[in-house]
Every structure is written in structure tokens, then in C-alpha cells.
């Protein structure tokens, strides 16, 4: 029988290095304040509250592009033309508005025509069973093309329309970011708080299981295609009102490629089943800084598509030795 001094023996701590690993995200964070120290050391110009306000707008559309790709992921899902997807929705916005249309109707019909592309490629991944990398890389390239047939391989000007969202202030800060922030906000409390968001990961983590447990994989899977899509189409907007423009190369693969890595090392799996949006928001603010600070630094194209591989490739490290330590 067990003693009453036995049951009151404390629980002993943990040791400091098992608690400083607890930390979430701890090697991206750390990655993070390191190039932060390092920019304000070498310019005077980075914390300017003008560049941190600049910082913040720019990377605003990549964080909500982002979002919706952490949601997709964890779900064991991949959308690569969510680039494409936007660089369609300024092109037509932009020729909508440039020919007269109102704002609303603009916008409503761009969303509805990205939440259409997502779903195309829900229905392509769900019914034939394609690989979804190779299914929305395939629709990234097609609507690369239809982009540059909309405006003609020409700019198209919207004046200023849209031009309290992309150049407006709310307090001091850009209104994109509010957006922005919304948009992380909903998506965390979807995964963390309701059944579709941990649907997502139970389909992730195995989709027959998740099939054999009651779970609609088919209905779930087409929604989530179907909510990157909207949220292509919004970032969209956001860019157009930012840019007050469509041009060639606006959105596209380099855009979603920089969204893919931000949600990569932010802890999100490729294989599915694990991802958060605080891994997810750092992850886009480390690659918002380091474009940043190397733009400061006037340092040449080249070095910075090299500062940024390496950088990226310390962050992804940090992590993984980090989650190795925790098994």
C-alpha cells in the first residue's frame, strides 16, 4: 500500500534544456531574433517604423496564401497553383475594373472564380486520384497562360480603386495586415477548435482510416481545395490593391513557391497530419525580414537567392533537430 508521504512527493522539474526545447518552433524563433540582431546592428534603417510597417504589408498576401496551404497540408493535400490562381484573379479584377465595373461586383466575381479553380482541383485530386503535386502543378502552368492571355501580356492599371485596402492604415498599421491577420486567426481557431479542422488532420495523418472512422473524406477534401481557392482569390485582391496593377509575372510560381517554404519551415508536414499556424506565421515573417534585410544591405540578386536558400536551409535544420529531440 502506498504511503500518504509517498503520494505528496513533488513531481521532480524537468531539466532546463528539456524545457527550453518545449518551446514551439524554437529553432525558427531562435533563427529569427538571430537575423534580427544581425539587421539592426549593420543598418539603422531596419527598425525604422516606416520599413517595419513596409515589412508588414509585404508580407501580408504571402501569409494568406500561406494559411490556406497549412490547412490543405496537414489534410495531406498540395496546391501548387494557388500562385496561378492568383495572378488569374488580378488579371481579370484588374480588366474588370480598368472597363467599369463596380468594385463589388469585381470582387465577387473574382473570389467565385477562384473558390471554381480550387475546386477544380479538390474534384481532379479527389475522383481520379493524381497525385496532387502533379495535378495543380499541371493547372499552375495553365493558369500562367490564361494570366497572360486576360491582360494581353500588358499592365493593366486600376487607377485608385482598391486603394484604401492596399494603401490604407488602420491604427498605424497597413489594412492588409488586418486582413491578413484575420485570416490566421480563423484558420487557427478552424484547426485547433472545430470537427472539420480536426477532420483535416485525422485525413491526413491516414485517409483510409479517417474513411473506416465516419469521416466524408470526399466532402472535406473538396472543401479545403475548394477554401484555398478563396483564398488564392483573395490574395489576389490584396496584391492587385497593393500593386494598383496587373502585370506579367504578378502572383505565379514564384509567389507560391515562397509560400510553400514559409509554411515548410514553419513545421508543417508534406506528408500530412501535422502544421500550425503560429510555425506558419513565423515562417512567412523570417522570409519577409531576410528579403528585407538584404535589400537594406544592397546586397546583389545573386547573393540574396543564395542568402535565402541557406537560411532557409539553417531554419529547416533547426526545427528538425528540434522536433528529433523531443522523441
Not at 514551439?24 to 539603422?44: K, Y
Request: without cysteine.
Amino acid at each position: 500500500m502506498t504511503s500518504p508521504s509517498t503520494l505528496a512527493k513533488p513531481k521532480p522539474a524537468a531539466p532546463p534544456l528539456a524545457r527550453l526545447r518545449s518551446i514551439p518552433h524554437l529553432g525558427l524563433l531562435a533563427v529569427l531574433i538571430a537575423i534580427v540582431i544581425f539587421a539592426s546592428v549593420r543598418t539603422d534603417a531596419f527598425l525604422n517604423p516606416n520599413n517595419l510597417i513596409n515589412v508588414a504589408r509585404q508580407v501580408s498576401v504571402v501569409a494568406v496564401i500561406a494559411a490556406g496551404l497549412t490547412l490543405l497540408m496537414v489534410a495531406g493535400g498540395m496546391d501548387f497553383s494557388m500562385g496561378g490562381n492568383v495572378a488569374v484573379t488580378t488579371a481579370v479584377a484588374a480588366q474588370m475594373l480598368s472597363h467599369g465595373w463596380s468594385t463589388a461586383v469585381t470582387l465577387a466575381v473574382s473570389i467565385a472564380l477562384s473558390i471554381a479553380v480550387g475546386l477544380v482541383n479538390g474534384a481532379v485530386v479527389t475522383f481520379t486520384r493524381v497525385a496532387p503535386f502533379v495535378a495543380t502543378l499541371a493547372t499552375a502552368t495553365l493558369l500562367d497562360g490564361v494570366a497572360l492571355l486576360v491582360i494581353d501580356g500588358m499592365s493593366i492599371s486600376i487607377d485608385d480603386h482598391l486603394s484604401t485596402l492596399g494603401n490604407g492604415k488602420t491604427l498605424g498599421l497597413p489594412n492588409l495586415t488586418f486582413v491578413a491577420a484575420l485570416v490566421l486567426a480563423v484558420t487557427a481557431f478552424v484547426m485547433r477548435y472545430t470537427t472539420f479542422g480536426r477532420d483535416a488532420f485525422a485525413i491526413g495523418g491516414n485517409e483510409d482510416v479517417a474513411r473506416l472512422s465516419g469521416i466524408n473524406v470526399v466532402r472535406d477534401k473538396l472543401l479545403l481545395y475548394g477554401l484555398a481557392g478563396a483564398l488564392s482569390g483573395l490574395a489576389g485582391i490584396m496584391l492587385l490593391s497593393r500593386l494598383a496593377a496587373s502585370s506579367p509575372g504578378t502572383g505565379g510560381l514564384q509567389l507560391q513557391l515562397t509560400a510553400v517554404a514559409a509554411v515548410v519551415i514553419g513545421g508543417t508536414s508534406l506528408a500530412g497530419g501535422k502544421g500550425t499556424i503560429g510555425g506558419t506565421i513565423l515562417g512567412v515573417l523570417l522570409l519577409g525580414v531576410v528579403a528585407n534585410v538584404l535589400n537594406l544591405l544592397q546586397i546583389s540578386s545573386y547573393y540574396q537567392q543564395i542568402s535565402v536558400g541557406a537560411v532557409l536551409l539553417v531554419a529547416a535544420i533547426a526545427n528538425l533537430m528540434q522536433s528529433r529531440g523531443k522523441h
